[in-house]
């Protein structure tokens, strides 16, 4: 399945945005204007569904209510998200196969802790939950949890819960890597979007799925990087798990590397290519186009196709600033969301139906030149002359 549907009203930079997604998205907008925070909405509800998650604990991870609440927002202060479930290549026009939307409000007494506003799901079209329910009316305390925490309340719509503990982000920092002990870490196993725990996850992958994935990333890399052949996970003496490859160069056997020598690209390369191979759930990604080669940026688009194919369609919603990144043609405007900074929060609008965009796409000009210089900030041409003042 893929999030077919993304609406969310005081969300962050977000006051009311409802928009449709496909198997790949593209978020491109200027610095500040919330890619973050709505790849974030999504995360929020992945924490909601996750063991050891939850509401309370989703909510006090992000600062409490008021830091997640939509500076706008005013008469409805409520926070609100709602996707829809749908097969990647479902009928146009049908009904999604699943639908979960959750509200949150601030307690008024007591505790203040945030509540659920209501918290609902639909099933092709039927309504199957709809809080609050009598028992939460008789009981306040239990619109603390939703019930899409709770195995015991989730039964019925249990494939929405597993769904949303499987989505994966990442922004992996290759410093981490290289060197996870020597880091505290600020996030749960569950949720290492930094790759701290990468390799751990590589070498606990069943082995022949690991030498699977493996050998398909030596494939592409031997594209980006020549002279590496025969990556592998190992373990050393001492039982840590590290990424081996041969490095040919004037020796003729060549020389042993590990992760501790690749480069930043290579090793952020690495993780990209396996994390589309891990999972079926959503892919969420920062700026993918980090420490790469341009040349390579711009095959990025067409890897994630291939891959998608080899994973049933697995959906990658991704923010960027790259024009190497856009400006490939398999990229159409439905599949990029622009968002737009405006006083009352952020708007999101699907590249193909903002006209005069459209108009340059249909004369054949590649998307990244069509949206990414309205993307810039009108004084960024100033920055330098206001720091010599």
């Not at 006051?15 to 198997?23: A, E, I, Q, Y």
């Not at 090793?267 to 390579?296: D, T």
């Not at 000009?365 to 960024?380: C, F, K, N, S, Y």
Request: contains cysteine; charged residues 25%; proline residues 6%.
């Amino acid at each position: 399945m893929i999030i077919s549907r993304i609406s969310l009203k005081n969300w962050r930079n977000f006051r009311n945005v409802d928009t449709p997604l496909g198997g790949r998205a593209f978020l491109v907008g200027p610095n500040a204007s919330g890619k973050s925070n709505f790849l974030d909405a999504i995360k929020f509800l992945r924490d909601l569904a996750r063991s050891g998650g939850g509401l309370q604990k989703a909510v006090l991870d992000r600062g409490g209510l008021s830091k997640i609440r939509c500076l706008a927002a005013r008469a409805h202060p409520d926070v609100e998200i709602g996707i829809e479930l749908s097969e990647p290549n479902g009928t146009e026009g049908s009904p999604a196969e699943w639908g979960y939307a959750v509200g949150i409000r601030q307690q008024t007494r007591g505790h203040r802790q945030p509540l659920l506003k209501y918290e609902k799901v639909w099933r092709r079209g039927e309504l199957i939950l709809d809080r609050p329910d009598g028992n939460d009316k008789a009981d306040e305390l239990l619109l603390t949890q939703t019930h899409l925490e709770q195995i015991n309340a989730n039964r019925d719509f249990r494939p929405v819960a597993g769904f949303l503990q499987s989505v994966l982000y990442l922004h992996l920092v290759p410093q981490l890597v290289r060197n996870p002990e020597a880091f505290v870490p600020g996030q749960a196993a569950l949720s290492d979007p930094f790759g701290r725990n990468f390799l751990e996850r590589v070498m606990g992958t069943p082995e022949k799925t690991r030498k699977s994935r493996l050998r398909r990333i030596e494939e592409a890399l031997r594209l980006a990087v020549p002279q590496f052949h025969g990556l592998n996970a190992v373990k050393d003496e001492a039982g840590t798990p590290h990424l081996e490859t041969i490095y040919e160069h004037w020796r003729p056997d060549g020389a042993r590397q590990r992760e501790d020598q690749f480069s930043d690209g290579t090793l952020r390369l690495i993780g990209l290519l396996w994390s589309l191979q891990e999972g079926e759930a959503p892919l969420l990604l920062e700026e993918p186009e980090l420490s790469l080669n341009p040349a390579i940026v711009r095959q990025l688009p067409g890897v994630i196709h291939q891959l998608q194919k080899v994973r049933g369609g697995r959906q990658v919603i991704l923010s960027t600033h790259s024009s190497e990144l856009l400006n490939t043609r398999s990229i159409g405007g439905h599949e990029v969301l622009m968002l737009i900074p405006e006083k009352e929060g952020t708007d999101v609008k699907l590249a193909s139906s903002i006209a005069d965009v459209r108009l340059l796409l249909e004369g054949g000009m590649p998307i990244g030149d069509a949206v990414l210089p309205r993307t810039e900030p009108p004084q960024a041409s100033q920055l330098s002359l206001s720091l010599s003042a």
